[in-house]
Every structure is written in C-alpha cells, then in structure tokens.
C-alpha cells in the first residue's frame, strides 16, 4: 500500500476486508494506521465497510473514506450504493467528477451491467510476459468467437481472454530499485485510480466475467469505474422492471417473438402459393423487411437511446435467421429429408 | 610468508575499510520532505534544505518500513522515507518478467478454504 501511494496515485482503493487482527506483539498495526494517516489527508484512500471488524473504527479507518464491497439482490449488475455508501467505482466516479468538472454523478444512480473490455494495454506488455493472453486481434473476429461459442456452446471450445483489461501490476514491481523501472511504475500509478486486490489461494475472491471465465473480484471494481469513466452517466444499466423479475427488455423480446411466430405461421399455412403469387411474394419480401427494421430498431433504441443492457443477442440473432431462413429456404433440404422419411417408415407400415 | 601474511593482512584492512564506508544520504528527491518516528508517523514536513548537508551519515535502517534514521541539525533522530533519498548503497532488486496472472475456465472450482494459522493459537 505505502509503495503504492509513494506514486500519488489520484486515489486507492483497497478491496481487502480487516475482518480479523492477526497481528502480534512485534508486528502492531501502528505503521499501517500511520501510512493510512500520512497519505490518507492528500489521496483519498477507499476501504471496505465492513459490518464486524477486530478494529477500531477510530484508529484504522479514520482518514480514509468507506465503501460497499459486499451486497445481494442484484444479480450480476453492479449497484451505485447500498444503504447511504457508495460501492468503489461509483465513489472513486464521484472523485473523478468532482476534480475533472467533466461530469456529475447524482446520488440513486441505477446500476451497471458491466461492458467488459477485451484488450490489454499498451502499459500491460512493458511490465508482464503476455504470451498466454489473447492478442490484438480484429474486434469484429473476437466477437463473432464469442457469439460462437455462446451458441454452440457444446460444439466450440469455451471462448474466453484469458488476462485482465485493466493495467495489472504484480506486488513484486512494487519494489523496483532501477530508475528505469521506478520511472515506469511511476507514469503507470501517478494520477491514476490504482486498486488493490488480491487473489489468494483458499479465500477466493473472484466473479464471472462472460470475456474472461472467472477473475478476481477487484476487476468488477475496475470495470465498473472504466464503464462509468468511458460512459459517464449513458452506461449500460438494467432495463426498467414491468412485474418482480420481468423487465422491459423480456417483454420487448416476447412481443417480438411473437410477431416472428404469427408471421411465419400466415406464411407457412400455404407456401406454395404465398411464394407462387407476385403480390404474395411481395408481401412476404415487405412484412420480412419491417420485421428485421423492428428488430434492428428495438436493438439501437435500447442500447444506444436509453442505455439499457445490450438486448438478448443469442435470441435476436435466432429471430433474424428465423425470418431469413423462410426467404432462403434454409431448411428446405432438411424438410425435404424429414417428408421422405415419413413417407418410408409410413411404407413399411402398410 | 611473513611479507605475504602482512600484505594480505593489509589487503583485507583495506578492502574491510571501503565496505564499511557508513551508509549516507547523497541527494535527495524532493524539495521538502516528511520527518517520520520509527514507525513512519509524520512528525513535521521540512525543506531538504533545512536538514544537514549531504552526505548525511545513516545511523539505523528500517528495512521493513523502507525508512532510514538521521540526526537533524538540533541533533534530533528522525527517521525519513527511503523513497524520497539517494543513498550510497543500496538493495537492487532484480525482477525477472512475471507471467500474468490468467483467469480460471467457467467451471473452475476451490472447494478449499484457507486456514487461519498460528496466530488465533497465539491469541488464545
């Protein structure tokens, strides 16, 4: 923590829980409270609230500003407060404002659903050997190995990066003595929101994250802030709840579901000859058009206009081929196959 | 031999003498700088230029707390972050390239917990 804010970070945030005093005779907790008091009056320093602690809030905790880490009942979105305290990255987002003047942030701000980055940074790869992380590829490759593997979960090895989006600098490096790589520590932790987390072995403090698997619980923090820093207040945020789980987005994707199953049941009670007649074939070419327009706008007008989390994609993507799937008689060979197999074993019957 | 027995003799005073050179703040790098007691609590922040010219001769080290003691110039002890001084000596530390951590698969599970060691022994 000291070597840390030698750096004068803008601010840190400590995700760990003194929950128990294990110190000793010779080992007090006297220069941790005077590092705490020492940088704590010029760099605001966030530590967990925690509901039962072996110390007193008086001596530990008096310079530096208490946060959320813990709470339930909100699914995997990341919520602004619980009671009157800010969770990190919403206070640290607070700070940000404040100092910046680029932003406001008001208090009962609704929670994240966290966007999770993919690639590392350009600081990542002068400090860690990164070879067993994914590298530069192309966007719109990753995300389409994404979207595979998510579908065809059982066909496609589990898509996943591997290593951290936020700049992860190993304890170790905290004691650089070389010039060079103090400069570096430096330009990496000066004027930087910096956590401190950790990943210990037998208390394992860790999240689902759908770009990396399981990573440790101080990156949802980090998340968070890049989400709020990157988003200021049009992050991403659940949509609005219609009955107990149900939201807005669920009936959105019902109604539509719907509407692509009223439609392909009128132009599947007679194909023959919806595809035979000319008006017909331009019904169901102009009904297709308006329903993928619908579907499109339904995805622009919730993630872009109101912010809401990224529409069921999986679900979406299966009504779009859906639709297509009539236009381009996906399955005809299949159906084809399916009718001479029917007719065989009704054969054999008789 | 006898010769050779006093020249190594003299070698080694010599050599003896150069590694016990005592441990000296050279420069500092900062204009003003925290006074810290022995357990890093801050007693005054002063001018560099207000403490005793360098070299200034270390009389204890903390290496745990990266702190190093001098007198002042009332002769008072006080204890200053390493961080802030050039020193001539020193640690260096070598770091090789770490691996990045990498994150565990979907169904990755620990269905181990940590043990509290020897200290709750301790306590009780």
Redesign the interface.
Known sequence: MRQILRHEPKALFIDLLYTHDRTTKADSPQPLINVLERYGKRIPIYVPEIKESAFSSEDLFAVTHPVVVQWQGHEHYYPSQIGSIDTPAFAMHRQFCKQTGKCNQPKNMPPIAIQWGMHLSTEQYLLTDNNECLGKENPMIMVSKVLLSEVFWKLVPEWRQPCAYSTTVPPTYLSATLSEEKALLSTILKDKFVMLGALIQGARDEVYSPVHGKIAGVYLHAMALDNLISYHDQYFRPAPTIWRNIDLADITDCILFLLVFVWREKISTNPKNMLSDNSQKRFVFYSALALLTLLFTVVVLFSYIFNFQPINWVAQLTLILSIVAVKIRLFAPLKKLLSYLKGFYQGEKI | MIKKLLVMLFMCSVFGHIHAEPLAIVDFSVDTI?T?DS????IATVPVSSLPKTAIVVIEKNE???LVAIKDNSGEVVWL?T?YVKLNQ????D?P??????????D?R?T??????G?CE?AN
Do not use: P, R, W
Request: glycine share 16%.
């Open positions: 925290e810290l357990e890093g609590k801050v745990d707390l990266d972050d961080y020193g640690k260096v530390v770091l390239c770490y691996k990045i951590v990498t994150t565990g698969a979907k990755s620990e181990g917990t940590m043990g509290f060691g200290t301790d």
